[in-house]
Structure formats: C-alpha cells, structure tokens
T-cell receptor, first 115, second 112 residues
C-alpha cells in the first residue's frame, strides 16, 4: 500500500499571499488530520476531517482552513500569509479515526517558507 | 485543556547505555499514548504505543510504561545505538477526540 503523500514538498511564498497544500491518505483511510511543526511551538494540531466533515479543530486563526473530498483527499489553505506561518505542515491519515483508537500515519510534509 | 510535558529536552548518551524519556499529562480521560521518532528531515514514525489498560509494553530494545494514577508515561531505550539518534515525541489522544497532543520533543544523541 502506498503511504500518505503530500504535495508540494517545498513552497516559498511572500507575506500576504495564500497557499493550498494537498494530502492524499493511505487507500481506505477516511480520516485526515493536519499538524503544523515549528522549532518554537513544536507539533500542533490544526484540524481533522472525516467523511468530508471537519470533526476537530485546533487553536489556529480562521486564516487556516481545510476541506476533504469524497475520495478522502484533503487540502488545507492558509490565507494572508504571515512570516510566522513558515513551518513544516504534516498530514496524517487513519482508517476510521475512532476517538484516537487508530494509529495515525504521517506524510512527508510540506515545508512552507514565507518571505 | 490537554497538556503534555516532556523531559528532558535533550539527552546525550554513550552507545550501549540506556535512555529514558518521561512525559506527564493533565487529562485523566486519555487512553492511548503513542511515541513517535523523527529523524532529521523525515516524517514522525510511530515506534511504540500503550493503552490505558496496560502498564508496560516492550518491543525489542524499546519499552513504554504508563502510570495512570500519577499521569505519566515513559519511553525506555536499552542498548542504544547511533541510529537511535533522533527527536522523540510523546503524544496522547484526548478520549473521544482524534487529534494528537504532542510533547515538546526530546533530542537524543547517541555517541559511538
């Protein structure tokens, strides 16, 4: 089975722009979660999607949004980019996402640099 | 809210020594505690996990212990090898929520 894939792997943007990141989960996995990793804040949960619905949300501003498609692929969008949004964005998939009972499998991440 | 404290932030050991990383948490309803290893430039990978109905779990040189009363869980690596050098994260799922809350990470360096 192919693992979780993320595109693009690297991205450079300037302040004020917006960006869309994509995540393809492991085949058959219905839950996709997004995390932000920075040296200062560590790994922080952004949101989780299951069956095209956002089920859980972390403490991030509304500039961070996401969606999930019927094939379970997910995208996250960041609008009006700030320097502090520079980070590694990781997505993770799990089969059912049942209350934390499934292992989450991480993708390689998208490294976003905001200049 | 949920919180996980992880110690130490850095750990340096000689090859063959043991390494112990400890995490404490605040949400007593948590019931699943995974540990992830992240090598430089790579994705986090699950190395071992433990559920609240178990006190200890071993997998070769790696073990995890859980004390639900004291609300802490620890990762034990025995006979460390240079390839164990990485950042290790403890995490938990708040009960009923499919979101991982991570500790701040421990950078382990194993010197030959």
């Amino acid at each position: 089975k192919a693992g979780v894939t993320q595109t693009p792997r690297y991205l450079i943007k300037t302040r004020g722009q917006q960006v869309t990141l994509s995540c393809s989960p492991i085949s058959g996995h219905r839950s996709v979660s997004w995390y932000q990793q920075t040296p200062g804040q560590g790994l922080q949960f952004l949101f989780e999607y299951f069956s095209e619905t956002q089920r859980n949300k972390g403490n991030f501003p509304g500039r961070f949004s996401g969606r999930q498609f019927s094939n379970s692929r997910s995208e996250m969008n960041v609008s009006t980019l700030e320097l502090g949004d520079s980070a590694l964005y990781l997505c993770a998939s799990s089969p059912t996402g049942t209350g934390g009972e499934d292992e989450q499998f991480f993708g390689p991440g998208t490294r976003l640099t905001v200049l | 809210g949920e919180n996980v404290e992880q110690h130490p932030s850095t750990l340096s050991v000689q090859e063959g020594d043991s390494a112990v990383i400890k995490c404490t948490y605040s949400d007593s309803a948590s019931n699943y505690f995974p540990w992830y290893k992240q090598e430089l430039g790579k994705r986090p990978q699950l190395i071992i996990d433990i559920r609240s109905n178990v006190g200890e779990k071993k997998d070769q040189r790696i073990a995890v212990t859980l004390n639900k009363t004291a609300k802490h869980f620890s990762l034990h690596i025995t006979e460390t090898q240079p390839e164990d050098s990485a950042v290790y994260f403890c995490a938990l799922f708040p009960r009923g929520y499919n979101k991982l809350i991570f500790g701040a990470g421990t950078r382990l360096a194993v010197h030959p």
